[in-house]
């Protein structure tokens, strides 16, 4: 791919629980061009979030990579030290948008402090005079629509979108390529919906940034992604442009099939299930071969006990999945 900015190839990350190991990325291999927005989706659970703070190389707690690769703008992010990737890569090359982030602000901090703590986590100290970070937490204030007396504000003062605004502005100002964004819209109400979204669409273009958009609402990733990432119990299950998964054609695997069915904007066929039955498998112990298949309506005895390799089957669409590899036209007749 032209341009690619970040390369994953088979990054698996557990988490190692007093069970067990929970297998939340089970080799996960994707690429993001420059200026591209890949858009992630999947049911609650299926390892979206991980695979984000993954790519921070920050998994929470009893979470490590076990191995695969993260390749960042030519420096390999697995394995390195922790000082490098705090003061290198966290925030000053790719940032998060943490799910939830804006309910979770210091209520003890003015948005001027919780700027600089960022600021002061994720610089070589002293690369910046405090009058030059000054500046920036003004200009990136500014750039997220809030008037400047914000920075000396304390969270509570602030309505949900303002306080998105500020946690945008604090995955911004350190200038980083690549963002993710988890959920950034999901708990707030349909209008400020809309507004942030257009605000990330906005800074997008501005700032030439590149997305990884985390959302369980497929309508939103059609409006926002150029490609998407279907994940399925810590795999990915299909990757797709806009076109391939929400066009004419239509997605290749069943379970993206199953959550257009179940988005009822996009939803072609109405008198399909609207629901998807069943629930993503416990990461703990996954099934055997396709781990879709216990909820699958096409799975046979080969899916139930060898995994799909995930295949390209068109320019730029690739599938794991035995029927579709097999007939890649037998949902589209
Ligand atoms: N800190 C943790 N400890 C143990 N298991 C976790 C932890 N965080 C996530 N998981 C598990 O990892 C899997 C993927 O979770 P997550 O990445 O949060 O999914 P998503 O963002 O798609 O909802 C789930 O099975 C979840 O229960
Ligand atoms: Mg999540």
Not at 122 to 141: F, G, M, P, Q
Not at 263 to 288: C, N, Y
Not at 304 to 316: F, S
């Amino acid at each position: 791919m032209p341009d690619t900015l970040l390369s994953v190839r088979d990054l698996k990350l557990h988490y190692f629980t007093s069970k067990g190991a929970v297998r939340a990325l089970d080799g996960v291999s994707f690429d993001l061009a420059a200026g591209e927005t890949l858009g992630l989706v999947g049911e609650s659970g299926c390892g979206k979030t991980t695979t984000g703070v993954a790519l921070l190389n920050m998994p929470s707690p009893p979470g490590r990579i076990v191995s695969g690769s993260i390749m960042l703008d030519g420096a390999e992010i697995v394995g390195m030290r922790d000082r490098e990737l705090r003061t290198r890569v966290r925030w000053s090359r790719i940032s998060m948008v943490f799910q939830g982030a804006m309910n979770c602000l210091t209520p003890v901090y003015t948005v001027r402090a919780l700027m600089m703590e960022t600021f002061k986590a994720h610089t070589v100290t002293s690369r910046l005079e405090n009058a030059e970070a000054e500046s920036l937490l003004r200009h990136y204030i500014g750039l997220v629509g809030l008037p400047e007396h914000i920075l000396g504000r304390y969270p509570h003062e602030l309505s949900g979108g303002m306080k998105q605004r500020v946690v945008i502005a604090i995955a911004l100002f350190l200038e980083p390529k690549v963002v993710i964004m988890d959920e950034p819209t999901t708990a707030l109400d349909v209008i400020v919906q809309a507004q942030i979204l257009n605000l990330i669409k906005v800074l997008k273009r501005d700032l030439n940034l590149s997305y990884i958009f985390i959302t369980h609402d497929l309508a939103t990733e059609a409006e926002v992604a150029d490609r998407i990432m279907v994940m399925y119990a810590g795999k990915v299950a299909e990757i797709g442009t806009n076109q391939q998964i929400f066009g004419e054609k239509g997605p290749l695997h069943p379970y993206t099939q199953k959550l257009l069915n179940a988005t009822p904007r996009l939803r072609r066929k109405v008198s399909e299930l609207a629901f998807i039955p069943g629930a993503p498998p416990d990461l703990l112990d996954p099934p055997a071969g396709c781990r879709f298949s216990p909820r699958c309506p096409f799975a046979r005895e080969k899916c139930r006990q060898v995994e799909p390799p995930i295949t390209r089957l068109e320019d730029q669409h690739e599938v794991a999945c035995w029927k579709a590899m097999e007939d890649p036209d037998y949902a589209r007749s």
